[in-house]
């Protein structure tokens, strides 16, 4: 089993930035591939960005590329989504994810969850 926390979700204006955080215990970190998804009120869970248990390999969705960055630290068992230029449309609750194995991150492939932080767009 691994247990994902995140934190650092909260409100933020036009143009802002959040840092969410990830923490995993339990098995390995670094055997896992970790990433990011979302789900605003009413619509589906979708994807956001990946990255490999190295953190050489990122992915983005369309949606956030440019504005968004991964990363981790697998000495501290975390993974990062530094979030840049926050629009309105960012709002949503932000969910870690962990997958050993895939190659592709998606919903479909998730191993753990977390339980979500949410990120308000404040005008």
């Known amino acids: 089993q691994v247990q994902l926390v995140e934190s650092g979700g909260g409100l933020v204006q036009a143009g802002g930035s959040l840092r969410l955080s990830c923490t995993a215990s339990?098995?390995?970190?670094?055997?896992?591939?970790m990433g990011w998804f979302r789900q605003a009120p009413g619509k589906e869970r979708e994807f956001v960005a990946a990255?490999?248990?190295?953190?050489?390999?990122?992915s983005y969705a369309g949606s956030v590329k440019g504005r968004f960055t991964i990363s981790r630290d697998n000495a501290k068992n975390t993974v990062y989504l530094q979030m840049n230029s926050l629009k309105p449309d960012d709002t949503a609750v932000y969910y870690c994810a962990a997958t050993y194995g895939a190659v592709t991150m998606s919903a479909g492939v998730v191993d753990y969850w977390g339980q979500g932080t949410q990120v308000t767009f404040s005008s």
């Open positions: 339990g098995r390995t970190f670094s055997n896992y591939k």
């Open positions: 990255i490999n248990w190295s953190g050489a390999s990122t």
